[in-house]
Each structure stands twice: as structure tokens, then as C-alpha cells.
């Protein structure tokens, strides 16, 4: 059964980092490419991140650009997101997921993580 944890989500000040982590289980994960994903009240799921299987190919959202960065360690079948210059804007519940294509597209990934609540709050 694949299964996909997100973890390192919280409440933090605009202007603050947080790094998510995403743990999967039961799929070969390095043949896979992960993506992060985010959903705030009231609005659609968007594309925030996504690396390729070998993690040297990267693509974000003009929105978070020069401020996140995705990683992954096929080690530890773990991708991770960091987060730094939050601002309030950023706040959503954020979901991994995985995929056999690296695309901006949601309904191309095959696995989802529950997700994990950030909320960027003075």
C-alpha cells in the first residue's frame, strides 16, 4: 500500500521558514517524480513545486520562486520543501505527491499525502 506523509507544517511569522518533508512508502520512489501542491481556503489545488526521479530537474510556480526549493533524497524516500520569506499569502494546507511524470498538472499525479496545515500569521 503507498503511502505518502507530509510533516513540518505550522504557524509562523510572515517573513519566516518552515521545511516540509514528505515520507513515502510501499512505491519505488526514486522511480518516481514528486511534486508539492497547495490548497488554500476557498480556492482550487495549485502546482507549487516538482522534481524529477533523478532530483536534478526542478520546476516552482512563478509565486514561490526564489523562496522555496524542492528536494529529495532517494536514500530516505523523502522529498522535502523549503519554505523561506513566508508571507500570509503562503498559507495553505500543502500536499506531496507522486507521480510517473513531473508535470504542474494534479490529475497526472497517482499518490497524495493527507496534507499538512501552514499558516503564516503575525
Known amino acids: 500500500q503507498v503511502q505518502l506523509v507530509e510533516s513540518g507544517g505550522g504557524l509562523v511569522q510572515p517573513g519566516g521558514s518552515l521545511r516540509l518533508s514528505c515520507a513515502a512508502s510501499?512505491?519505488?520512489?526514486?522511480?518516481?517524480?514528486m511534486g508539492w501542491f497547495r490548497q488554500a481556503p476557498g480556492k482550487e489545488r495549485e502546482f507549487v513545486a516538482h522534481?524529477?526521479?533523478?532530483?536534478?530537474?526542478?520546476l516552482y510556480a512563478d509565486s514561490v520562486k526564489g523562496r522555496f526549493t524542492i528536494s529529495r533524497d532517494n536514500t530516505k524516500n523523502t522529498v522535502y520543501l523549503q519554505m523561506n520569506s513566508l508571507k500570509p499569502e503562503d498559507t495553505a494546507v500543502y500536499y506531496c505527491?507522486?507521480?510517473?511524470?513531473?508535470?504542474?498538472?494534479?490529475?497526472?499525479?497517482?499518490?497524495w499525502g493527507q496534507g499538512t496545515q501552514v499558516t503564516v500569521s503575525s
Open positions: 505527491a507522486a507521480g510517473k511524470w513531473a508535470t504542474s498538472a494534479a490529475d497526472a499525479y497517482d499518490y
Open positions: 510501499g512505491l519505488a520512489f526514486s522511480n518516481y517524480a
Open positions: 522534481v524529477r526521479w533523478s532530483g536534478f530537474s526542478t
